[in-house]
């Protein structure tokens, strides 16, 4: 399967400061990324749909002005939490999928990124 | 919202146990997906089951799928302490655009498995 890799693995910031997190395909090209977020004993919840070369679309009650994402290339999605604060401390989860089309496969997973806002 | 709830939220047993775990989901599905996620990192995926099959084996792991309860089961037998995780069940969601297809999670079995 693909790997995916995240980098920070995780982050300590201040309130109102910004953070970006990477998320690179390693070995497979992926003209769709999905991003995720994970509250302390959850289940992931669905953020947004990053498009390489186009704008990312969000899922409802995500601000897309807050969470900010580039997909620059088939590679390299990037998000970033703007003016960030406690409440956006979370568990941050890349995600691309094995093929296109309509049916749903397996999807690779990055490793995650553990953000806290202090 | 959640599409799968995971039954139960949390289980404890021995090595050597059998674990297993119950999903049960709202919408009709191609597939089922089963995944695991060890604490504070990314998820693995275990094993798809597609919509016309109703069990599936990968090594000490077996999945159930019944359709017309809408619920899938994760059997994992010989348990071992390396095998305490979440567990999650996942389907299709079509994402806001229609442009691509992320996964609905259900809550997660928390599985611990004592030596």
């Known amino acids: 399967g693909a790997v995916v890799s995240q980098h920070p693995s995780w982050v300590i910031c201040k309130s109102g400061t910004s953070v970006k997190i990477e998320c690179r395909s390693l070995d497979f090209q992926a003209t769709t990324m999905f991003w995720y977020r994970q509250f302390p004993k959850q289940s992931l919840m669905l953020m947004a749909t990053?498009?390489?070369?186009?704008?990312?679309?969000?899922e409802q009650g995500v601000e897309k002005d807050k969470f900010l994402i580039n997909h620059a290339s088939l590679t390299l999605s990037t998000l970033t939490v703007t003016s960030a604060h406690p409440e956006d401390s979370s568990f941050y989860i890349c995600?691309?999928?094995?093929?296109?089309?309509?049916?749903?496969?397996?999807?690779?997973f990055g490793p995650g990124t553990r953000l806290t806002v202090t | 919202s959640q599409q799968g709830e995971e039954d139960p939220q949390a289980l404890s047993i021995q090595e050597g146990e059998n674990a297993t775990m119950n999903c049960s989901y709202k919408t009709s599905i191609n597939n089922l997906q089963w995944y695991r996620q060890n604490s504070g990192r990314g998820l693995v995926h275990l094993i798809l089951?597609?919509?016309?099959?109703r069990e599936k084996h990968s090594g000490r792991l077996r999945v159930t799928l019944d359709t017309s309860k809408k619920s899938s089961s994760l059997l994992i037998t010989a348990s071992r302490a390396a095998d305490t995780a979440s567990y999650f069940c996942a389907t299709g969601l079509r994402t806001t655009n229609q442009a691509g297809t992320a996964l609905i999670f259900g809550k997660g079995t928390t599985l611990s498995v004592s030596s």
């Open positions: 089951i597609r919509s016309n099959e």
């Open positions: 990053s498009n390489e070369g186009s704008k990312a679309t969000y």
């Open positions: 995600s691309l999928k094995s093929e296109e089309g309509r049916e749903v496969y397996e999807q690779y």
